[in-house]
């Protein structure tokens, strides 16, 4: 018999990838800002060109800027890397994270039990797992193929926060030339990390997709979810 953990209504969400794509989005609702429910990057992409495997990576936003401790993992909180194979934007793949202990367990890619915002974890389809990094990054590769890692890493959003609240100040002389150019902008965020889980897996284990781009290519549909344990 399958066993599986009941999650509630996803806290987050981050959309939809094709063959390459990068989204960012740091802050979310308050039932999740500021925990590893909150999705902060996406990116889904080939490691390599011509490679026959997928790489996701999935940043979710924490408290750990420079100087500060790398932060944890919520152990209530179940990532889900969802996949669409034929373009209709329903899951037909799952990939699913979750950490218990100081170590990311994986599982999948299955066909979800149920799609949508609620999920169940497939544990009867592990799929590897992985010592979560500290100052050391850890990867574990698996006999399928897969490549592992959660742990910190560096913030890849490149943002002058500063000059963004200036622009946005109801003050109308608070930022009279807008938006500075990049060589002028300041990375408040350099040096900041966010939690990562990386997942690099061979496209024979995802299924063959259907689904094409605007180029007529076939593709992968892809996006991320969060729910948090009921």
Known sequence: MR???????????????????????????????GTTADIADFYAFEPNEGSDN?????????????????????????TEINIDLDGDLVEDQVIQAIARDGRMYFFGPVAPSQTGLSSEVNTDAALG????SGTTAIVETTSDGVSLFAGPRQDPFFFDF??????????????????????EAADTFDGANTLSIV????????GVPTATNALGLSVYKTWVTTNRKQ
Not at 24 to 33: G, L, M, Q, R, V
Not at 55 to 77: C, H, I, K, R
Not at 129 to 132: L, R, S
Not at 199 to 206: A, C, G, K, Q, Y
Request: aromatic share 8%; glycine share 6%.
């Open 3 to 33: 066993k599986t953990t009941k999650y509630l209504l996803g806290l987050g969400a981050l959309a939809v990838a094709a063959t390459v794509l990068v989204a960012a989005d740091h802050i979310d609702a308050p039932s999740s800002a």
């Open 54 to 78: 997928t790489a996701f990576v999935v940043d979710l936003q924490s408290n750990v800027l420079p100087d500060l401790a790398y932060g944890t993992f919520d152990e209530d909180v179940l």
């Open 129 to 132: 797992d992985v010592e979560i």
């Open 162 to 183: 500063f000059q963004f609240n200036a622009v946005i100040s109801p003050e109308t002389d608070s930022a009279p030339g807008g938006f500075l150019p990049p060589e």
């Open 199 to 206: 997942v690099e897996i061979p496209n024979s284990m995802l």
